[in-house]
């Protein structure tokens, strides 16, 4: 039987497993035997953060491309307008605006 | 096959003799037999009124009306209409204040015909989508740049969060839905607001159902206010969150 997981239950399991490779990185780095370089540390001691920043970088340009080319009709107002005249008319030949306009 | 077109109404005076004639032409058009379920929710405009005249002129076999004590929430509107008053096997959902075009109802329908001959991909919902950005047919008309930020900003958070495979316009309230699919999915939502659409979505997903886009462009309302405030922002959010704990 196929077990369906909640989002949130995939969501921590590839928590979980970030967070082990990123301890399992942390500890690799100290256990060398020499002490790890100051770029190196600020990598992979901080790499959490630089993961929310990318993330936050990635979700600003998704908004940002959807913004752009999220098309713009402009020109469908007017032709709905027109077709709302053309429609009211129509209403208005049939007797439909007349029998409940006061 | 008929189709229901339930259109939930509160103060749509102006718009509801125009959409409702609208749709007859395009259903007569296709040779398509239909029925519109008015739910109307005491609108103080006399929106009912309206309805009634309607239904004096197409007919009750064309237009049915349920009238409601007061305004009790869109989920209910859809649900009533669906159980209490609806008989089509085709249902289709769709705003009546001229946001929708009813000429897109049918291609909607002609997907969902292509597909009834193949049961591996038989679509059960067809969904009008303001984001299918490759399509030159889909999009807006009348948002401004911070409606438009703050609705993709919804739909990114939303796609990141729920993955809703092959479904771009989560929030979108236009839809042709199997009969089946609408019964069984309608009264297990819970949320309200702008997630209510949303919801139903990744519930007819988890069910299995097969869903699929069709380019629509949405036209921003002619004759109402904006409902895009912080209290629907603040529904949204909590929306998004509940279907990410229960989904």
Request: hydrophobic share 45%; net charge positive.
């Amino acid at each position: 039987m196929m077990v369906v997981l909640l989002r949130w239950q995939i969501f921590s399991i590839y928590g979980v497993a970030l967070l082990s490779i990123w301890l399992a990185a942390r500890q690799a780095l100290l256990s060398q035997s020499d002490p790890p370089q100051f770029a190196a540390r600020i990598a992979v001691d901080l790499a959490p953060l630089w993961g929310v920043v990318l993330l936050g970088i990635y979700g600003i340009g998704s908004v940002a491309y959807g913004v752009i080319a999220l098309r713009d009709h402009k020109e469908v107002s007017g032709v709905l307008e027109q077709e709302v005249a053309e429609v009211k008319k129509e209403l208005q030949r049939l007797g439909i605006l007349d029998a409940y306009q006061k | 096959m008929l189709y229901s077109v339930i259109l939930p109404t509160y103060n749509e005076r102006e718009n509801l003799p125009i959409i409702v004639f609208m749709l007859d032409q395009v259903f007569a058009k296709h040779n398509l037999q239909y029925e519109i379920v008015i739910v109307d929710d005491n609108s103080p405009d006399g929106t009912l009124q309206v309805a009634q005249t309607l239904q004096k002129h197409y007919g009750k076999e064309k237009i049915a009306i349920l009238s409601r004590p007061g305004k009790l929430g869109l989920g209910s509107a859809y649900l009533e209409g669906l159980q209490k008053v609806s008989k089509g096997q085709r249902i289709i959902i769709m705003d009546a204040d001229l946001s929708h075009h009813p000429k897109y109802i049918p291609q909607m329908i002609r997907i969902m015909d292509a597909s009834s001959s193949n049961h591996n991909k038989k679509v059960d919902i067809v969904s009008g989508s303001r984001y299918l950005l490759q399509s030159p047919e889909s999009g807006v008309c009348g948002w401004d740049l911070k409606r438009k930020i703050t609705s993709r900003g919804a739909n990114v958070l939303a796609q990141f969060l729920l993955n809703p495979r092959g479904c771009t316009d989560l929030t979108g309230s236009f839809r042709l839905y199997e009969r089946h699919a609408l019964e069984k999915i309608l009264p297990r939502v819970q949320c309200t607001g702008y997630a209510f659409q949303m919801e139903i979505l990744v519930l007819a997903q988890r069910e299995g159902y097969c869903i699929q886009d069709v380019p629509i462009v949405f036209i921003d309302r002619m004759y109402g206010e904006s409902k895009l405030g912080p209290r629907e922002i603040v529904l949204y959010l909590k929306g998004l969150l509940h279907l990410f704990f229960h989904t």
